[in-house]
């Protein structure tokens, strides 16, 4: 297809477009009832005709021809036209008969009527919405492609920039489909803090990073998003993520930067080539340590840059509620990371960061001290915050008496003074200064099922509780919304209510990931009516949509909080337990891991061990392993530890792996998880009794050994599990006895295997050929290695994952403190000081020619043997020399501190040891013994 045939296309879509938008028009003047479907469907049609916009632009420019990617998008073109087509239809059959509907109308009916339920306009939209992406992506490849200016690389950028290659965390980004009804700050609202935000972006000598941190219901998230809209319309965003804990993808880091990476490209298309590249050097380097991935799609491209043909521009990276990453280790090393391109030499690179204050937040920009610009949201003014809320109840009370009237007898009307300045005033009292307040009410007075004025009662009716805490006053924000559900229940009836939303709610505000009520009534083994009952009042805590078949979300994060918090055990009826729930959530996924004929072996069919799972259609994955099937998977352990269970011997998590383990891991290898088994299994012993639970840990000792032997084969041909698994596992294993009989009945002869595993506990493959050092970090952490090539990794040794790369950090010499405060390594004539848990550079000394070196326990004395012999004794981050010690004509080989700080010793080159008082620099004893290296014992007595 040429550029002609792709803009003809086009044309005709984007007409398409334009006639279905105009139908929109004429319905929205004549209906009433579904004026939030028109709304959405015109939006989504707007934000279609923009990008076909664009592709026609570019279609019909001259480089048409050479548009590859938009080429092969012809299928998405026809299903958007299909879809549009099918709205035309429908809607102008509804407008067919004119004459008759103006006869109605003389009679006061009303006869246009919207012509879809709105599931059927979430579908097309959602529809509409994958054709839109794929398109933008295209327009994303093809840019970037007329960038490289070369027709050889044209095809290759368009084969390997894509959406596989680049993981994206679905729906992080601030505008969207799932968050686009979430608020922005209205116009008069936030007025001096989003010019001090834009003052600091724009600014050449600010800070790299701004840090809006505040406590839950603050209002965050929507400034997040409003300054990501507005840096958006000024053409300077770089990306944004939204982190949401419960979310899989958005709840940890795994895509953050892949995700930032591909929203970059759309900004700046001359760093595709340099991502596409670094790619191509590593296919798997969306699966590396999240500093890589930062390196190397992000800071690199940037620095590649020609400043020469680039004009210097600053971008903004928005991320919003980074408490909400689920590991306390990538948040440290997000906030180190993100200081980094400071020096970039064409682009200026901000990044605005908003977080609750907690502890890993706390300790992470503790690190970067002096590099970041805060400011604490709560302390802001009462002043400002009273005026900022006051604007959004008057704001968001008009709309609902404007709404209300609009659905209403005319004989029912609201008067247009409603709800009053008394009223208002109260709701403003209460709220300060939780903007989360303000908005839950809000949408709880906006109760279709309720008329606003009883439901603004009911509100004032908790205007006296007194509070001690935020979160004690949480209980006036979502009390209104719980007790509603109570109204004229007693007795078993009211149980009954408290207890099917304990069961419900609770296990949704407690799922790893959101779920749908399809899938959640058969996690729960409760059926859709009855969730959806209780779910019927809670549209102003939980977004709730209209079709069971997309997942619920909580609508705020404090909502979670409130419902668990263990200090309102006693004083709410709603309290839920969440160990609990954890326990009952477990139990519930292995009864459908248990039950049913979803997990056995080949379970797509495949029959032959050598076909690999990416050639499985995904559509079979769906069929054959549904929504809670992949659920009960992926989080059943986590879930049991959650629950503080113990597993023990013939529980039912041990019956379970016993019968059907294999099963399970070929389920995770279908799913493209069996990395994560070994994760799981890790937990699954952490949590096994260890009084009556010899045989589920035989069983998990077992399991973890040969998950690590073959999870490299299996993570593409699980059906390898049977066919390599069983037939090559030592002779005692317990996993091969349990799953003897499912070795495939081809293979007539076994090969004589060992009799038991080795003792090897993890194997780890490096990637390096020369390794210097290896070091463990305290308490069992990590494993540091430090190698010739001027890297240091870090890895865990019970999963065998690499956790982080810092490359140019070479280090022949390697010592760390025992708290895992501080590291030190020494090559080529230099001394670095650095923090082993974000790489953050503390010091680095020029000239300095160590031998050996040892910090103390606390990281505040270092011993160094140097070239010359001499022994000193230092403050590493003060550079400050406490002790010389010389030893003039033997060369010193090894030098070790006591764990107490209070001794040194040296081996030497004569087969001696020498033994110092560190204080003083006295020379204790020496005597005779041949040591290659030395410890002191734990208790500096023993050496």
Not at 180 to 206: F, G, K, M, Y
Not at 376 to 399: A, C, M, T, Y
Not at 430 to 449: G, H, N, S
Request: charge should be negative.
């Amino acid at each position: 297809m040429d550029g002609l045939s792709v803009a003809a296309n086009v044309i005709a879509v984007v007409e398409l477009t334009a006639k279905v938008a105009s139908l929109c028009v004429q319905y929205s003047t004549a209906v009433k009832n579904a004026r939030s479907d028109i709304e959405r469907l015109q939006r989504e049609l707007n934000s279609l005709e923009a990008v076909l916009s664009r592709a026609r632009s570019l279609a019909e420019g001259p480089h048409g021809a050479k548009l590859q990617a938009i080429q092969q998008l012809q299928g998405g073109l026809d299903d958007a036209s299909s879809q549009l087509l099918h709205l035309c239809a429908r809607m102008e059959e509804k407008l067919a008969n004119s004459k008759t509907r103006k006869a109605m109308s003389r009679f006061g009916i009303r006869a246009l009527k919207w012509p879809f339920e709105s599931s059927e306009i979430e579908t097309i939209i959602r529809n509409l919405d994958r054709n839109r992406d794929a398109l933008s992506t295209a327009l994303i490849i093809d840019n970037t492609a007329l960038q490289v200016d070369t027709n050889s690389k044209i095809k290759h950028i368009s084969q390997t920039l894509d959406i596989s290659r680049l993981p994206l965390a679905k729906d992080a980004a601030f505008d969207s489909h799932m968050d686009e009804h979430d608020a922005r700050c209205l116009p008069n609202t936030r007025v001096e803090l989003r010019q001090e935000i834009t003052t600091w972006a724009i600014s050449p000598d600010s800070d790299t990073v701004f840090w809006l941190n505040g406590m839950a219901g603050t209002g965050k998230s929507t400034i997040s998003r409003t300054i990501a809209q507005t840096f958006a319309d000024k053409g300077c965003l770089g990306a944004s993520f939204f982190f949401n804990r419960g979310e899989r993808d958005r709840g940890n880091a795994s895509r953050l930067f892949t995700t930032i990476a591909a929203q970059l490209i759309a900004q700046l298309p001359d760093i595709g080539a340099s991502v596409m590249e670094a790619i191509d050097e590593d296919p798997s380097l969306p699966n590396r340590t999240i500093r890589e991935q930062f390196n190397k799609l992000i800071l690199n491209p940037l620095r590649a840059l020609d400043d020469e043909t680039i004009q210097t521009k600053t971008f903004v990276l928005v991320l919003d509620a980074l408490d909400e990453c689920d590991r306390v280790d990538d948040v440290r090393l997000i906030i180190n990371l993100l200081t980094l391109p400071k020096s970039l030499p064409s682009i200026k690179l901000r990044a605005f960061v908003t977080s609750r204050p907690e502890l890993p937040i706390l300790l992470g920009f503790n690190s970067i001290k002096g590099k970041y610009r805060d400011l604490v949201l709560h302390e802001i003014p009462k002043p400002v915050i009273e005026h900022d809320i006051s604007e959004f109840l008057h704001h968001r009370l008009e709309e609902i008496r404007k709404e209300y009237n609009s659905l209403s007898d005319p004989n029912f009307q609201l008067d247009a003074s409603w709800p009053g300045g008394e009223a208002t005033d109260a709701l403003l009292q209460m709220a300060i200064p939780l903007f989360i307040f303000a908005a839950t009410i809000c949408r709880f007075i906006q109760d279709p099922l309720f008329d606003p004025p009883n439901q603004l009662t009911k509100v004032l009716k908790y205007q006296t509780t007194k509070y001690d805490s935020e979160i004690e006053k949480l209980d006036t924000t979502y009390r209104p919304t719980l007790d509603q559900m109570l109204v004229g229940r007693k007795g078993r009836a009211k149980d009954r209510v408290l207890s099917d939303f304990r069961a419900i709610v609770g296990t949704i505000v407690l799922l790893a990931e959101p779920l749908s009520v399809l899938t959640l009534s058969l996690l729960l083994d409760i059926p859709e009516s009855a969730i959806t009952s209780i779910l019927r009042s809670l549209h102003s805590v939980l977004h709730v949509p209209n079709s069971v078949s997309i997942p619920i979300r909580i609508l705020h994060l404090s909502f979670r909080d409130f419902l668990v918090d263990p200090e309102l055990r006693d004083t709410n009826p709603f309290w839920v337990d969440e160990k609990a729930t954890h326990e009952r959530i477990a139990t519930n996924c292995l009864r459908l891991l248990t039950t049913g004929n979803h997990l056995k072996q080949d379970i797509y069919g495949l029959s032959w061990p050598g076909i690999s799972r990416y050639k499985v259609d995904e559509q079979l994955i769906e069929s054959k392993l549904p929504g809670e099937i992949r659920y009960a998977c992926l989080y059943w352990p986590h879930h049991l530890e959650q629950g503080g269970i113990d597993i023990t011997d013939n529980h039912e998590a041990h019956v379970f792996l016993r019968d059907r383990f294999l099963f399970w891991l070929e389920a995770l290898s279908l799913l493209g998880r069996v990395g994560q088994s070994s994760s799981m299994i890790n937990t699954l012993q952490s949590i096994t009794s260890s009084s009556n639970g010899e045989d589920v840990s035989r069983f998990l000792h077992d399991a973890a050994k040969f998950q690590s032997t073959y999870k490299t084969i299996i993570d593409e041909y699980p059906l390898q599990l049977y066919a390599s698994g069983i037939t090559f596992a030592p002779q005692n294993s317990v996993v091969k006895a349990a799953f003897a009989k499912y070795r495939p009945e081809w293979i007539l002869q076994s090969p004589q295997a060992d009799q038991d595993w080795n003792t090897c506990l993890q194997a780890i493959d490096t990637s390096l050929t020369y390794l210097d050092a290896v070091l463990f970090l305290p308490d069992n952490r990590g494993l540091m290695i430090a190698s010739a090539n001027g890297s240091i990794q870090f890895w865990d040794p019970a999963t065998g994952e690499e956790k982080d790369n810092l490359e140019g950090q070479k280090g022949d010499l390697l010592s760390i403190s025992a708290d895992a405060g501080c590291a030190v390594s020494a090559n080529e004539g230099a001394l670095t000081v650095w923090d082993p848990l974000t790489g953050e550079i503390k010091r680095k000394l020029e000239d300095f020619h160590a031998k050996s070196l040892d910090l103390s326990t606390n990281g505040k004395l270092l011993a160094c043997a140097l070239q010359d012999n001499t022994i000193l004794i230092l403050d590493p981050m003060e550079v400050k020399v406490y002790q010389r010690l010389y030893e003039h004509t033997l060369e010193v080989l090894r030098v070790v501190l006591s764990p107490n700080g209070q001794l040194v010793a040296s081996a030497l080159s004569n087969d001696s040891i020498c033994l110092w008082d560190a204080e003083s620099g006295v020379e204790l004893r020496r005597f005779k013994a041949l040591a290659a290296t030395i410890w002191f014992s734990p208790d500096s007595t023993l050496l």
